[in-house]
């Protein structure tokens, strides 16, 4: 069974709307990454959150992490075509960011 | 330049071949790993090694090998290939010393026929 459940698995905006992407766990967090993906290329880090009630933000991107719920929330705030791609979270298992459980991904599609 | 470099970006060949695909870095990381991703689904550990003489298996080594030549190059083979290994490899580094994500390579898409 899947470790990491990404919803929703696709997603399409149109530009300026706000979005979440979430992703749940089976197993005990003890770190959570955030990466963005363009069609075919390279992972780009987004962010990394390791404590229960942890949110970053970068630019328009906030995340979260649920440590009792077992659970991380991506969410951009109006939604540009940039933004546009895959987003992966990554789950660290043993506390040591070695050894990483990625979920399946969400594809987020922008209409200008 | 890329902090994380593999080659080839691309490569297409057959059944039965052997193929090496390289990753190099110069973030000066102590940890390097190889996953594959295919369609739909997410990333996959292969390998995984703390330093030159530190190599593990992944979720997926079968099929598989490789070959950590220095701290800065580790690379993967595949020593006779076959279809259902066509897929985006990924190279990725981490710091031990640091608590900080793995940054990734590019990716080469390869192609089994």
């Known amino acids: 069974s899947q470790e990491l459940e990404q919803s929703p698995q696709s997603l399409i905006v149109q530009e300026g709307k706000n979005l979440t992407i979430n992703c749940t766990s089976s197993?005990?967090?003890?770190?959570l990454y955030w990466y963005k993906q363009k069609y075919g290329e390279g992972l780009i880090f987004l962010m990394m959150?390791?404590?229960?009630?942890e949110e970053k933000s970068h630019e328009k991107i906030t995340a979260k992490l649920d440590e009792k719920k077992q659970q991380s929330s991506l969410h951009i705030t109006a939604s540009q075509p940039s933004h546009a791609g895959i987003y992966l979270c990554?789950?660290?298992?043993?506390?040591?960011?070695?050894?990483?459980?990625f979920g399946k991904g969400t594809l987020l599609t922008v209409n200008p | 330049d890329a902090d994380v470099t593999q080659t080839p970006r691309n490569r297409i060949t057959k059944t039965g071949k052997r193929i090496m695909l390289e990753c190099s870095q110069t973030?000066?990381?102590?940890?390097m790993y190889w996953y594959r991703q295919d369609p739909g689904l997410g990333l996959q550990l292969i390998y995984y090694?703390?330093?030159?003489?530190?190599?593990n298996k992944g979720e997926i080594s079968d099929g598989y090998s490789v070959s950590r030549q220095a701290q800065a190059k580790f690379s993967l083979s595949l020593e006779s290939a076959i279809p259902n290994q066509t897929a985006l490899y990924f190279c990725?580094?981490?710091?031990?010393?640091?608590?900080?994500?793995?940054?990734f390579g590019d990716g080469t898409r390869l192609s089994i026929l």
């Open positions: 990725a580094t981490s710091d031990s010393s640091s608590n900080q994500p793995q940054h």
């Open positions: 197993k005990t967090l003890y770190g």
């Open positions: 959150l390791q404590k229960g009630g």
């Open positions: 990554g789950a660290d298992r043993g506390g040591s960011n070695y050894k990483l459980t």
């Open positions: 973030k000066g990381h102590d940890r």
């Open positions: 090694s703390f330093d030159v003489k530190d190599i």
